[in-house]
C-alpha cells in the first residue's frame, strides 16, 4: 500500500522560494505518476504539478508554470516541488498524490492516494 508525507511548508516573505518535498513508501505495483496540488482556506483543492515515473513528462498549471519546477529522486523515493518567487497568493496546503497510471493529469479525482499535507504561508 502507498503512502506519501510531504514536508518542507513553512512562512516565508514574498519573492523567496521554496522546496517542498514528498515521501513515498510503500509499492506501487507498476507505472505511476504523482502529482501536486493546494488549496488554500475557502477555495478548491487545485493542480500544480505533476510528473509520470519515468520523469519524461511534467505538467503544470499556467498560473505557476514559470515560477515551480517538479521533479522526482528514485534512490530517495521522494518527489519535489521546487517554488520561486513566492506571492502571497501561493498561500495554502499543498499536497502531493498518487496515481496508478503512467499518464499524469491535472484531475484531482485521478489521483487515488494522498499525503495529509503541508502548509505554505507568504506574508507580503
Known amino acids: 500500500q502507498v503512502q506519501l508525507g510531504e514536508s518542507g511548508g513553512r512562512l516565508v516573505q514574498a519573492g523567496e522560494s521554496l522546496r517542498l518535498s514528498c515521501l513515498f513508501s510503500?509499492?506501487?505495483?507498476?507505472?505511476?505518476?504523482m502529482g501536486w496540488f493546494r488549496q488554500a482556506p475557502g477555495s478548491e483543492r487545485e493542480f500544480v504539478a505533476a510528473?509520470?515515473?519515468?520523469?519524461?513528462?511534467?505538467l503544470y498549471a499556467l498560473s505557476v508554470k514559470d515560477r515551480l519546477a517538479i521533479s522526482r529522486s528514485d534512490a530517495k523515493n521522494t518527489v519535489f516541488l521546487q517554488m520561486g518567487l513566492l506571492k502571497p497568493e501561493d498561500t495554502a496546503t499543498y499536497y502531493c498524490?498518487?496515481?496508478?497510471?503512467?499518464?499524469?493529469?491535472?484531475?484531482?479525482?485521478?489521483?487515488?492516494?494522498w499525503g495529509q499535507g503541508t502548509q505554505v504561508t507568504v506574508s507580503s
Open positions: 498524490a498518487f496515481r496508478t497510471s503512467p499518464q499524469p493529469t491535472d484531475e484531482s479525482g485521478d489521483y487515488s492516494v
Open positions: 510503500g509499492r506501487a505495483f507498476g507505472p505511476y505518476s
Open positions: 510528473i509520470d515515473w519515468t520523469t519524461t513528462q511534467r
